[in-house]
């Protein structure tokens, strides 16, 4: 399941955020945070993170850096 799953970030970073307008002020991005998360704490726990880092980047636009 986890290489299912780092399967399709990887497959949205290739193919659909090519086309979407660069905005993203975060370093890591999203889907490189959820990558990393995913990979170091395995599916379930990396996508909660990665909810969870989602959710502070979307709310709490003050702080440009996300870590593990």
């Not at 979407?20 to 002020?25: E, G, N």
């Not at 945070?33 to 990396?46: D, E």
């Amino acid at each position: 399941l986890t290489k299912i799953i780092l399967g399709l970030i990887c497959l949205y970073r290739r193919c659909i955020r090519p086309y979407l307008p660069t905005s993203c002020i975060y370093n890591p991005t999203c889907s490189e945070y959820a990558r990393q998360a995913i990979t170091k704490y395995g599916w379930l726990k990396g996508i909660l993170m990665a909810a969870q880092g989602l959710a502070d980047a979307i709310l709490f636009q003050a702080d440009a850096v996300l870590t593990l």
